[in-house]
């Protein structure tokens, strides 16, 4: 008790106050000026990890206990204990010092607050490369890592939130302790991002180009109509590209509701000179590209009068030339 008035007396931060309070017993305040409220019995400290009337000497102080332990031979030796991983080491200030004890909370107990913050951070380390042709410099990045975590969601097709299950921060954890996990609100908010800068790269590829698209409708089992739109374009090099760029809910099935849905989409994508619509046989889809032959004509983008803008899906006409062959021979089969 007296350690800690006298503590107070001499102008002690809080803070390092704050240290010392796990050490001291439940009491009643033990000044006016300070409501501090005592829980444990302060051991001997002789001057280990801190000075009565002066500062501290290291940080060390709340992060290792110290106890009087008797070893083989009933010598008494005074012990460190790392309050995380309750590991003990020689811990005599006049044989020992502070060092050791210091560099197992900083360098190697890894429940140690203190553990993650040491080293240069932008510092890299030798990995081996995706391609395995050697190794590589790497250096931690918060940004990339989060970044990687969007399109590992993205490619396996994860739902957000399985960046807040124990098993997934666990694994990160101890893959790079230093990657602080993202919440699903973020992730949500990267993919976004994410979409948006893919979204500029096609555009700036496609901007004044002509290009071929295919899109398709369908019900799902909830009863809500879907419509996807894909473009099919060459680049600088005349590699052939596809892309979906949109994946969106139709008020229904028909002509004039799928035209409209097509034309938007068209237009959010600053996509004005097309080449042809591929579609397949549903009556619905002749009025779809009636509806944007008329949209392109009037932004005089329509090529030979849209003779050639409808293109009817090859495939699904194969499949319905099979289906009718096939109820012709069903009583053979």
Avoid at 55 to 67: D, E, F, M, N, V
Avoid at 129 to 158: A, R, W, Y
Avoid at 206 to 217: A, C, F, G, L, P
């Amino acid at each position: 008790m007296k350690i800690l008035e006298h503590l107070v007396l001499q102008r002690w931060s809080l803070a390092t106050l704050t240290h010392l309070m796990p050490l001291i017993p439940k009491h009643k305040p033990i000044h006016p000026k300070h409501n501090l409220q005592l829980k444990h019995k302060i051991p001997q400290v002789r001057g280990l990890w801190w000075e009565i009337g002066g500062k501290p000497q290291s940080r060390l102080c709340g992060y290792i206990a110290q106890k009087i332990k008797k070893d083989g031979n009933g010598v008494e030796k005074v012990i460190g204990v790392c309050n995380y991983c309750k590991l003990e080491m020689p811990a005599d200030p006049r044989k020992n010092g502070t060092t050791g004890l210091k560099n197992h909370i900083e360098r190697r107990c890894k429940l140690s607050p203190f553990y993650q913050q040491q080293g240069d951070a932008n510092q890299p380390s030798l990995t081996t490369d995706t391609m395995g042709s050697g190794l590589v410099p790497h250096t931690f990045n918060q940004k990339k890592c989060e970044l990687k975590v969007v399109k590992f969601i993205i490619k396996d097709e994860h739902p957000f939130r399985v960046v807040e299950g124990s098993g997934f921060k666990e694994m990160m954890n101890e893959v790079q302790p230093r990657f602080k996990v993202p919440s699903r609100k973020k992730v949500a908010e990267g993919v976004w991002e994410l979409f948006m800068v893919e979204k500029a790269k096609i555009m700036s590829v496609i901007v004044e180009q002509r290009v071929s698209i295919t899109t398709d409708t369908w019900t799902s089992i909830q009863n809500i109509n879907y419509m996807v739109v894909t473009i099919h374009f060459m680049d600088s090099d005349w590699n052939l590209h596809k892309r979906i760029i949109s994946f969106t809910k139709i008020t229904s099935h028909k002509g004039i509701d799928i035209g409209k849905t097509l034309d938007a989409c068209l237009t959010d994508w600053g996509i004005h000179k097309v080449f042809t619509i591929t579609v397949d046989n549903a009556s619905a889809n002749d009025g779809a590209v009636e509806y944007m032959a008329q949209s392109l004509k009037a932004m005089n983008t329509l090529m030979l009068d849209g003779k050639y803008l409808h293109s009817r899906c090859a495939c699904h006409i194969l499949n319905l030339i099979v289906k009718d062959g096939l109820k012709e021979l069903s009583a053979s089969i």
